[in-house]
């Protein structure tokens, strides 16, 4: 007996692995978020077009007290969602707090004499991953977070500053600030462990919590090669509404700072 063309299907939908795609792009349109779904870039070192799984975008408006608006701040997510399927070790170290906070101040674009960045959650854990190895995997090519982190960082610095990659808003004239936000979204953390690298032991522990990968990335730009500075948020799906929370309180705080700035003369002084 032949099967029924919908069981195929169905076979199909099972078999593709976009299912947890497709609940993370449900839940993030369910939140209000603006999405795009596995848009395209060009890969910086093979010059061939790549895709990122999700880029997210939220507007929040800086209000005046006579509720006119001065700028707009756009979060923006790239998001790789990965499938862990096998056991995975990241080892923890101290971050680099020097090069973490020249990150916080490079997004935001602000005086740091006019930002308290106590509450941005780069910089409140002292350690971050910084290695990792997964079982049975050899080589970066086969090696799943390196893989995540060449597409959503690729992705990243392609896109990044494009002010039209979402259409609905390239016409504002409202100056813009974009805070990009690089992030592995897994569909669970029962296979992530953890060790740390001072410990000469290496005792194992469970990694239950979202925590920020950092790296040194390499590409070229405008035909020169770089090296730049970044910390990759890894995130499970259950955590991810909480962790969008942190990113709307962080673009309210900026925001506060950025009003400061205008009311005191200083914004406009350097932006023109």
């Known amino acids: 007996m032949t099967k029924k063309p919908k069981s195929k299907a169905r076979e199909i939908i099972a078999s593709s692995g976009h299912s947890f795609h497709v609940r993370i792009i449900q839940l993030l349109r369910n939140l209000r978020w603006e999405v795009l779904v596995s848009p395209y870039y060009n890969d910086s070192f093979t ?6 799984d999700i880029i997210a975008q939220k507007p929040f408006p800086i209000h005046e007290i006579t509720n006119e608006v001065l700028e707009i701040i756009y979060v923006r997510l790239f998001i790789e969602c990965k499938y862990i399927t096998e056991e995975t070790i990241f080892w ?3 971050r680099n707090e020097s090069e973490a906070r020249k990150k916080v101040f490079s997004m935001t674009r602000l005086d740091p004499r006019n930002f308290t960045d106590s509450g941005h959650h780069y910089l409140s854990t002292a350690n971050v991953a910084k290695l990792f190895a997964s079982e049975k995997k050899r080589g970066e090519e086969s090696e799943p977070i390196a893989k995540a982190i060449n597409q959503v960082l ?6 990044r500053e494009d002010s039209d990659l979402f259409p609905q808003h390239s016409g504002y004239a409202h100056r813009k600030t974009i805070l990009p936000y690089p992030l592995v979204v897994c569909n669970s953390f029962d296979k992530l462990f953890s060790v740390s690298i001072s410990d000469a032991e290496n005792i194992i522990g469970k ?4 925590f920020q990968l950092e790296v040194n990335y390499a590409y070229k730009e405008a035909a020169r090669s770089r090296n730049e500075f ?11 509404e909480g962790s969008l929370e942190i990113f709307k309180r962080e673009a309210g705080s900026i925001g506060d700072s950025i009003l400061f700035e205008y009311r005191s003369g200083a914004r406009k002084a350097r932006h023109g």
């Not at 010059?47 to 990122?52: F, H, L, N, S, T």
């Not at 990694?207 to 979202?210: A, H, N, S």
């Not at 970044?230 to 991810?240: G, K, Q, S, T």
């Open 47 to 52: 010059e061939k077009p790549r895709e990122i």
């Open 92 to 94: 923890f170290d101290h």
């Open 154 to 159: 690729n992705g990243l610095i392609y896109h």
């Open 207 to 210: 990694i239950k919590d979202p």
């Open 230 to 240: 970044f910390l990759i948020d890894v995130i499970d799906e259950n955590h991810l």
